[in-house]
């Protein structure tokens, strides 16, 4: 069983930035790949970025390439998302999810609770 708890996100001015966290417990953190996924209220879930166990593969959603960069620190068995130049339609509620890898949710076995990021305009 995996745990995942994600943290860092709030309130942000259009142009600002937020780093968003995702700690994991249980498993081998190392041994499986992580993704964000938002959820925008009234949409459906969708995929931000997707990062392999070893950190070496990457994906991010055309809509945030070049302003959202995922990563992660398998010594300290969190994953990260460093959100950059916001807009205000990136206001969402973030979701990190492990076991699994790709772009689709169902695809995922372990998700965290979520944290807010609001964009001001």
């Known amino acids: 069983q995996v745990h995942l708890v994600e943290s860092g996100g709030g309130l942000v001015q259009a142009g600002g930035s937020l780093r968003l966290s995702c700690a994991a417990s249980?498993?081998?953190?190392?041994?499986?790949?992580m993704g964000w996924f938002r959820q925008a209220s009234g949409k459906e879930r969708e995929f931000v970025a997707t990062i392999s166990g070893s950190g070496g593969s990457t994906d991010v959603a055309d809509s945030v390439k070049g302003r959202f960069t995922i990563s992660r620190d398998n010594a300290k068995n969190t994953g990260y998302l460093q959100i950059s130049s916001l807009k205000p339609e990136d206001t969402a509620i973030y979701y990190c999810a492990a076991g699994g890898f790709g772009t689709i949710p169902a695809a995922y076995r372990y998700w965290g609770q979520g944290t807010q990021v609001t964009v001001s305009s």
């Open positions: 249980g498993g081998t953190f190392s041994s499986y790949a």
